[in-house]
């Protein structure tokens, strides 16, 4: 056995006797005293045949001492005794192992916590290295990601662009009858503004061969053939299903005439005087440029409501649906269509109802249009009101009524009695309401949007008939005139030239058909796709058109480009939803758009930034009514109602109500 003690007499380091191992990790005492491990002294054991090793006699003696390993002593940690009592086997806790003498002194601790200093830093220099490759991998591909997002953007921006190139070729083609010599403007609004650049040396003209150039081709069987003729409900037998050229050869020769006009007023307004001579009630005013409405006029205030007049029926649901004004040579006459299945027809100047117009019992009306056809230059045909109103079953019917053209109130022609109905067709077989109805500008023609997605062509011919002989987009076709078809439109307007019509969709889009050449020239996205379109509006300037979406925003486009030029009151954060958006009278100089609360907006054109905004009076209780029809009455004054209110609020300039 070996044993080192220390100062104080106690054991601290055991030997193994027969591999020096200090301290051996199972120790034993044999019965010769000698301490040693059990693992190496069983080995030794097994492999002598059970002799002690510790005998110094066994290899003479005859009788060597013999080892069991039930004579072994197994030595146990001090203070353990009562632990080892209780347990099986090895009968108590294994003795700790003590440091080693490599381990115990100064020098060698520090020399291990150097080497594990030595390990750590070379660690975190592994570490720091591996950030570095990620830190770098990392930021290449930030890199390329931010070179592939702008890659994209600039393909998307190229897309657009070949987009809207696309459908101005498309328009120009179709404006041109679909030939290469057709190289005039897109729609009938293709003049440029003020200081713009001239597409050609005039944007609106047509060759004079154009129409006999770009007819339609049709059999022999078919040239000659009287326009087929429709039966009392306006269903058309007529199979091509195509506008007559005649109709399109008058409808052209007042696209010229009218682009000409324009163009003359566009050239007296830049020259300073009024394009607007009309006062608003009908007559001329000598001094009416100074009372046309103006941006410093609201703004100072001077632009208030300076009456109401309920001119629906009492006992019916409140609201109207639709209003518009036209301006005869006697009167200002403005027509509303209510809830109460009633389209009215009012005299601004007389301020009183000069007409109640009734359809089938029980059928909601839901627009109209009014428009003053003026004698033809002969002299035949005198002048006339035309009243046109679309129902819920899908009846279009057209109403008229003489007028005088003396302006003493001796001999106003305008009467009730005077409006009789001109003809009634039912559009398409009554399969939809009709959600638009629009005047054509030389008064022959009625042009109807319905909420299946088709725009009808109707015709008043002489008798008084009014026929059916054209429905655009009934036909599947393979091109996007059946997007236009499957589209549910919401409303309709009519270009002032009358070759246009543009139609929205409840899903965001705006359809612009030539009717020239009765096909889709193009369709633009609204702001907010997937939002209804809830109203449009043409500018008399013929270039600039405006729409307005259920959540409140407004657009301004520009029809040449089929372009944006405009997004205000985005998503109603201004006035909240808008259902009415028109241009002033005086070249669309201004654009007014109805809000919540009562109130109107008023904006300059190309002057986007700045507008006005007025409220109509609020009731003692509750809040004012939101404005969902506007209609300008001439320069200097307007009207608006709400489809929840029954009075028409009319709005003046206040130096007219002293």
């Not at 120009?172 to 293709?190: I, L, M, Q």
């Not at 307004?269 to 410093?296: L, Y």
Request: negative net charge; aromatic residues 4%; charged residues 20%.
């Amino acid at each position: 056995m070996s044993t080192t003690t220390g100062g104080s007499g106690s054991p601290y380091l055991l030997r193994c006797a027969l591999s020096g191992e200090t301290p051996p990790i199972d120790p034993v005492v044999t019965p010769s005293g000698h301490i040693c491990s059990r693992r190496l002294l069983l080995t030794k054991l097994t492999e002598n045949g059970g002799v002690d090793p510790f005998d110094v006699g066994a290899s003479s003696s005859s009788n060597p001492r013999t080892l069991d390993e039930s004579d072994l002593i197994e030595l146990v940690q001090v203070g353990t005794a009562g632990a080892s009592a209780g347990s099986a086997g090895a009968g108590g806790a294994t003795i700790a192992p003590p440091r080693l003498p490599s381990a115990t002194s100064f020098p060698a601790i520090l020399t291990h916590l150097q080497n594990e200093h030595d390990a750590l830093m070379l660690e975190l220099y592994d570490t720091r290295r591996s950030l570095e490759e990620t830190r770098r991998e990392l930021s290449q591909a930030l890199y390329q990601n931010d070179a592939g997002v702008r890659v994209v953007a600039r393909l998307v921006l190229e897309r657009d662009a070949a987009r809207e190139q696309l459908a101005a070729a498309a328009v120009v083609v179709a404006s041109s009858g679909g030939t290469a010599a057709g190289s005039a403007s897109v729609p009938a609004a293709a003049e440029e503004g003020d200081g713009g650049r001239k597409r050609g040396a005039d944007a609106m003209e047509i060759d004079e061969n154009e129409s006999a150039n770009n007819k339609k081709k049709k059999p022999d069987s078919v040239e000659g053939q009287e326009e087929k003729k429709v039966d009392s409900t306006g269903d058309s037998n007529n199979n091509d299903n195509e506008i007559p050229q005649s109709d399109l050869d008058e409808m052209i020769a007042l696209w010229k005439a009218l682009s000409k006009t324009r163009k003359k007023k566009s050239k007296k307004s830049k020259e300073g005087g009024s394009a607007d001579a009309d006062g608003g009630d009908g007559s001329a005013s000598a001094d009416s440029a100074a009372a046309v409405v103006t941006m410093e006029a609201i703004q100072e205030n001077r632009l208030v409501e300076t009456s109401k007049k309920s001119l629906h029926k009492s006992s019916s649901k409140a609201g109207i649906l639709d209003v518009a004004f036209t301006a005869s040579p006697t009167a200002g006459l403005l027509v509303t269509t209510g809830r109460d299945r009633q389209t009215v027809v009012y005299d601004v100047s007389d301020k009183k109802i000069v007409a109640t117009l009734v359809g089938d019992k029980g059928v909601d009306v839901g627009c109209s249009d009014i428009l003053t056809k003026v004698a033809d230059a002969s002299g035949g045909g005198g002048s006339s009101v035309l009243v046109a109103t679309g129902a819920a079953d899908g009846t279009v019917r057209l109403y008229s009524a003489p007028t005088s053209s003396s302006t003493t109130a001796s001999t106003e022609a305008t009467t009730t009695d005077e409006f009789t109905p001109t003809g009634t067709v039912t559009v398409d077989g009554g399969n939809s309401a009709i959600a638009a109805v629009s005047i054509h500008p030389c008064g022959k023609y009625v042009v109807a949007a319905t909420k299946v997605g088709k725009v009808a062509f109707l015709a008043l011919r002489e008798g008084g008939t009014l026929v059916q002989v054209a429905l655009l987009g009934q036909q599947g076709t393979g091109t996007d005139d059946d997007a236009a078809t499957a589209a549910e439109y919401t409303c309709g307007s009519l270009h002032p030239d009358g070759l246009i019509y543009g139609a929205g969709t409840a899903d965001g889009a705006i359809m612009i058909w030539d009717l020239k050449s009765q096909t889709l020239a193009g369709t633009l996205k609204a702001h907010g796709e997937g939002e209804a379109i809830t109203s449009l509006d043409i500018s008399e300037n013929g270039y600039h058109f405006a729409s307005s979406t259920s959540s409140g925003t407004v657009q301004v486009w520009d029809l040449r480009k089929l372009k944006c030029v405009a997004t205000l009151n985005t998503d109603g954060a201004d006035v909240g939803s808008v259902h009415s958006v028109a241009f002033s009278p005086n070249e669309g100089k201004m654009l007014a758009y109805g809000g919540a609360g009562g109130t109107v907006t008023f904006v300059p054109v190309k002057d986007w930034d700045k507008k006005a905004v007025v409220a109509s009076k609020a009731p003692k209780k509750g809040k004012a009514a939101a404005v969902t029809s506007v209609a300008w009455m001439g320069g200097r004054s307007l009207a608006t109602c709400s489809d929840s209110e029954r009075p028409v609020r009319f709005w003046g300039l206040a130096e007219e109500t002293e």
